[in-house]
């Protein structure tokens, strides 16, 4: 696994800031001086030493698109911490792929575009506006760098993406259509990309003065999701392939389900449709071929919007589980942000670091846990300080703009068996 | 500027677009930019436009047709020069 999160760049860093719950979150001047309503943001603490160790001074040359920077961080970083390396053959490898979402790419590069193109300066473009500025140029990327010859492709369903994909590399592997997918996704950091978050008044406004304090999933006082960035990365392979090569296996994903709410039934374009997300939880845990008593920890989509509860509401439906009997919930958007397309791949890495961690990472900013929240389930299902467990299942969801739900179910990799 | 001067400067532009398996003591004045220095067309366009901001000329696309090999840059890059 790979990650590049607003709180930690590398797998050592971001379990740290977990474990220890350092938010990610700071200021960020140039959303002041643009009068944003939310000037506090996410980002990666990406430095120019760090990018001469993933791009060659050439791809460095005119690179403005920081969701490929993030996206090549975490991709790469994956990729060797799978034990894999760069395919350095004149043979693609056939079956190993790449699945790299993202919501929308390279738009600094977009915006340099737009202007040389106003001004009538087309020819100045250069050759990289392209690639930087298509959806897809982040799996592109990473195929050329890593050489890779089964599918490779970029989805994109809003702040699904990245628990998708994990689903998407899933049935590709278990159909048998590839051995090794290299799958994640990654959010562009800025302006450009946030403004029209704030435009919709869903970012909260008062915590300008105090970052760290801004995202407060599940708490009474939240007040709308931080704007987050960066990229989280899996590489994804049959068990047997895993266990042939000697690699180290994280967790394994026992099955997932996709739908979508079909904007119906109180579903809109921004808004969940609770029957399908109900029923998305109860297909991936019949696709899991477990049962809802099995889950013992839920990382939640829980972007500390008014839906908070709404989220614990499904969940506690679909489960059949509430009050005590619920399990433990967590949200890392306290510290991280909401990575937007980032989101589900930067929570799916680290949900599973708490299987290696033997600990369920703590909710920051909800000591005053919502009241509707509370009428659901026990305020000890949700960790305000990191749990020592040994948990064997863990639930993901993610959802997304356009009525659009993912969920994936974790089982903790036990080598002896 | 002694063109010398030029090729120098030409050089510098030319050596970030190589790929890995060529040195930049392989660039000669006779060099042709994708066949014997392997560049790719794109980052002949790159090219172009770091020579226009270096010498702060302006190439047209019918300068950029010709300018096949080092030399070719070198003498469009005198034209425009001359023309200023």
């Known amino acids: 696994m790979g990650v ?4 930690g760049i590398g797998l050592t860093n971001f379990t740290q800031s977990l474990i220890q719950g350092t938010s990610g979150i ?20 990406v430095n120019q030493a760090m990018l001469a160790n993933y791009f060659t001074p050439l791809e460095l040359r005119g690179l403005n698109a920081t969701g490929i920077i993030y996206g090549v961080i975490a991709g790469m970083d994956a990729w060797a911490d799978a034990g894999l390396s760069k395919n350095t053959t004149t043979i693609p490898n056939w079956d190993q792929g ?10 600094d590069k977009f915006r340099e575009a737009i202007h040389l193109i106003d001004e009538g300066n087309v020819r100045r473009l250069g050759s ?11 799996s592109a990327y990473l195929g050329g760098l890593l ?3 089964n599918q490779v492709t970029t989805n994109s369903a809003a702040c699904t993406t990245g628990t998708e994909g994990v689903i998407m590399a899933y049935d590709r592997i278990s159909q048998g259509k590839a051995e090794q997918i290299l799958t994640g996704s990654c959010s562009d950091s800025g302006p450009y990309v946030w403004g029209g978050f704030d435009a919709m008044r869903i970012l909260p406004r008062t915590y300008n003065d105090n970052p760290t304090q801004a995202s ?4 009474a006082t939240a007040g709308g999701f931080i704007p987050g960035s960066g990229a989280g990365a899996l590489v994804m392979e049959s068990l047997e392939s895993a266990r042939k090569r000697g690699a180290r296996i994280y967790a394994e994903v026992l099955g997932g389900e996709l739908n979508s709410g079909g904007q119906l039934g109180g579903g809109s374009m921004t808004a969940p449709n609770s029957m399908a997300v109900q029923r998305c939880i109860r297909k991936a845990i019949s696709n899991a ?34 009050g005590k009997d619920f399990p433990y919930i967590n949200s890392f958007k306290g510290t991280v942000g909401h990575c ?22 703590k909710n920051i900013n909800c000591n005053d846990l919502h009241p509707d929240i509370e009428s659901i389930i026990s305020v000890q299902c949700v960790p305000r300080e990191p749990i020592s467990y040994n948990a064997s299942i863990i639930a993901k969801a993610s959802f997304g703009f356009g009525d659009v739900n993912a969920c994936v179910i974790f089982k903790s990799y036990k080598s002896d068996i | 500027m002694e063109r010398e001067e030029k090729y120098q400067t030409l050089k510098n532009i030319v050596k970030v677009y190589l790929p890995e398996d060529v040195d930049v003591t392989d660039i000669k004045q006779n060099s042709h930019f994708m066949e014997n220095l392997n560049i790719n067309s794109a980052n002949l366009v790159d090219i172009v436009l770091d020579v226009e901001d270096a010498f702060d000329i302006r190439l047209e696309n019918e300068d950029m047709d010709q300018m096949q090999t080092v030399n070719d840059a070198l003498a469009i890059i005198d034209a425009k020069l001359s023309q200023k």
């Open chain 1, 98 to 107: 790449i699945i790299f979402g993202t919501g929308i790419l390279g738009v």
């Open chain 1, 289 to 322: 071929g477990i049962s809802a008593a099995d889950i013992e920890v839920v990382n939640g989509h829980l972007t500390a919007t008014s839906k908070d509860a709404l989220e614990i509401e499904n969940w506690s439906k679909a489960l059949g589980r509430s």
């Open chain 1, 216 to 219: 407060r999933p599940m708490s």
């Open chain 1, 147 to 149: 050489g890779c010859g």
């Open chain 1, 340 to 361: 937007l397309a980032a989101a589900g791949s930067i929570e799916c890495v680290a949900s599973i670091l708490q299987f290696q961690e033997n600990t369920i990472f």
């Open chain 1, 26 to 45: 700071t200021h960020r001047p140039q959303l002041e001086k643009l009068g944003f309503g939310c000037q506090v943001a996410g980002e990666p603490p």
């Open chain 1, 4 to 7: 590049c999160a607003p709180n």
């Open chain 1, 128 to 138: 990289t506006s392209v690639i930087q500025t298509m959806a897809s140029g982040i």
